[in-house]
């Protein structure tokens, strides 16, 4: 959290001295220098909402009273109005070169020019394939193929780092740069950065302490790959040993799988330690089908479905023994030992009875023979 604040602290000072530089020197500046110092403390104004947003979940995911956050959400409004000031004054110089340009270009060039048209898209309907055809068939629509289309920058909010998974973070967090037109390498660094929490630091301090002048953003995104993504001896011994089926699905865990195995497994081998981890009769039924890994996938999570609602699935790890039991079944378990001991217990008392009534008979054929005598013996 204090981290978090002093980034956001030092970010609020580098925009209010940019936006004060700008109010001085505005009056003496011809719109198109206006326009490029406006863009450039726009990235810083991006960078700082960003820092305002990762405080604003840190404030709420932490126990931390009320009043404060309605001073945090107070303070960092004051802010946001600033860029909302900034998007407005970046548009009116935006509309003012347009027209500057215009006057000097003849009529078709500025038809050329002036065509571009507002992004218009129409409520979401609950069904995504049929309100992407009808915002396609709308002429005002946002269409990126139309390169007279005008879009919009979009701040870049990334989730807080992803230490589990920092491949896919970064691609994710590329697509935002991508779609918010940020190439400046400082920024981008600060971006990441400011999305960092406590612990994944640690790993990056010595770049953090003494950062590059040059290559920022690629220097820190390499360390945080390499430190934190696992090693091949890693990977391969949480393949072989580790994982289980436990909550997922089939499918979850197969992708899992494959996501750790690379190119380095065949699919033959990891088909093999795949089903290792499923139930047993999920096993007997899937051994024999000759389809894809993916579609024995698919089977595979319909039959889990259908035992699921009639019984638990115990899932073993690889080399844990075959008979460990879950509690369900050692509750069954118990019972049926408790009725073996009970018809045990009937059977001896039975026995007993029969042994005493032998001794009667035996008694009876001294005294009288030709008594008829019962027989006894049993097939």
């Not at 406006?38 to 305002?52: H, S």
């Not at 918010?180 to 770049?207: C, P, R």
């Not at 024999?288 to 115990?314: F, G, H, R």
Request: hydrophobic share 40%.
């Amino acid at each position: 959290m204090e981290t978090a604040k002093k980034n956001r602290a030092q970010q609020r000072r580098l925009f209010s001295k940019a936006c004060n530089e700008f109010g001085a020197e505005e009056a003496g500046l011809e719109t198109s220098d206006k326009l490029i110092k406006l863009k450039i403390i726009e990235e810083k104004a991006i960078l700082m909402i960003n820092l305002e947003e990762n405080v604003k979940q840190l404030l709420f995911s932490e126990n931390v009273a009320d009043d404060v956050i309605d001073k945090e959400i107070d303070d960092s409004e004051s802010y946001i109005d600033c860029w909302r000031l900034l998007q407005f004054k970046l548009q009116q110089f935006s509309l003012s070169e347009r027209e500057e340009v215009s006057s000097n270009c003849s009529v078709s060039q500025q038809n050329t020019l002036l065509r571009y048209p507002k992004i218009q898209l129409l409520t979401f309907n609950g069904d995504i394939r049929s309100w992407m055809d009808e915002n396609k068939s709308d002429p005002t629509a946002l269409n990126f193929d139309n390169p007279n289309t005008e879009i919009n920058r979009v701040a870049v909010k990334p989730p807080i780092f992803w230490r589990n998974k920092p491949k896919l973070w970064f691609l994710q967090l590329e697509a935002q740069f991508a779609n918010s037109g940020i190439s400046q390498d400082a920024t981008k660094y600060n971006i990441v950065v400011a999305a960092l929490d406590e612990n994944v630091l640690d790993f990056v301090v010595d770049i953090l302490s003494n950062p590059p002048e040059n290559e920022k953003y690629n220097t820190l995104k390499k360390a945080l790959l390499n430190r934190l993504t696992d090693t091949e001896e890693s990977r391969l011994k949480k393949l072989l040993t580790d994982l289980e089926l436990g909550d997922k699905s089939p499918s979850d865990l197969l992708r899992q799988m494959k996501s750790l195995a690379g190119n380095s497994i065949s699919d033959e081998i990891i088909k093999s330690l795949w089903l290792q981890r499923l139930p047993q009769q999920t096993q007997a039924i899937l051994t024999i089908s000759n389809d894809t890994l993916d579609k024995i996938a698919e089977m595979a999570d319909k039959i889990i479905a259908v035992y699921s609602s009639s019984e638990i699935c115990q899932v073993t790890k690889v080399g844990s023994l075959p008979n460990s039991a879950s509690s369900f079944d050692r509750n069954k378990l118990d019972v049926l030992q408790a009725d073996i001991a009970a018809l045990t217990k009937n059977l001896m008392n039975f026995l007993e009875i029969l042994g005493h009534a032998a001794n009667r008979e035996e008694m009876t054929d001294k005294e009288d023979p030709d008594l008829i005598r019962l027989d006894t013996n049993f097939a």
